[in-house]
T-cell receptor
């Protein structure tokens, strides 16, 4: 099935740095979601976006719903060690549709 | 966010036995439950979708007789892996969705299944 494009597969940053992750699709979505997964745990919702152009923040995290509805980005500012994990984007076309996931980006933060 | 409780978090079983995994929505009514499987370093793979009181809809390639899903109430869904074999060893994650305009999916903590 379709999968959203997330790259690179891994990112390595220094503590205190900002990092931005992008997620793209060949088709449009009407909801974009960003989840974080820690090792051995289930994904936890970080930010949900419902409207093209929407920019939403959750603490040090900011995400935007692309104008074309085919992409979204997540920005983490002033990274800390606990930001380590796998970040998945997910798109949803309709309210009752299945989620389409990206492959995830593994973030490592060097102290 | 809403809470989804999944139990057990880790199970080891012998080949040929069946294992049941429970998924409960604690503070919302999950009209729809999803079951995913995740292999190491990979994304979540949807196995099936179930609506309360209805038979589950399985994704292509997922054996419905091997992975039995029950969603008898708005707060509980179970996945039973029948006659488990080593190739069924994986990380299984449930997710509940409560409906409404925003219709967010919340995930359980996952179950690590190891079949010996």
């Amino acid at each position: 099935g379709q999968q959203l494009n997330q790259s690179p597969q891994s990112m390595f940053i220094q503590e205190g740095e900002d990092v931005s992750m992008n997620c793209t699709s060949s088709s449009i979505f009407n909801t974009w979601l960003w989840y974080k997964q820690d090792p051995g745990e289930g994904p936890v919702l970080l930010i949900a976006l419902y409207k093209a152009g929407e920019l939403t923040s959750n603490g040090r995290l900011t995400a935007q719903f692309g104008i074309t509805r085919k992409d979204s980005f997540l920005n983490i500012s002033a990274s800390i060690p606990s930001d380590v994990g796998i970040y998945f984007c997910a798109g949803q076309y309709g309210a009752n549709s299945k989620l389409t996931f990206g492959k995830g980006i593994t973030l490592s933060v060097r102290p | 966010g809403a809470v989804v409780s999944q139990h057990p978090s880790w199970v080891i079983c012998k080949s040929g036995t069946s294992v049941k995994i429970e998924c409960r929505s604690l503070d919302f009514q999950a009209t729809t439950m999803f079951w995913y499987r995740q292999f190491p370093k990979q994304s979540l793979m949807l196995m099936a979708t179930s609506n309360e009181g209805s038979k589950a809809t399985y994704e292509q390639g997922v054996e419905k007789d091997k992975f039995l899903i029950n969603h008898a109430s708005l707060t509980l869904s179970t996945l039973t892996v029948t006659s488990a074999h080593p190739e069924d060893s994986s990380f299984y994650i449930c997710s509940g969705r409560g409906g409404g305009a925003k219709n967010i999916q919340y995930f359980g903590a996952g179950t690590r299944l190891s079949v010996l």
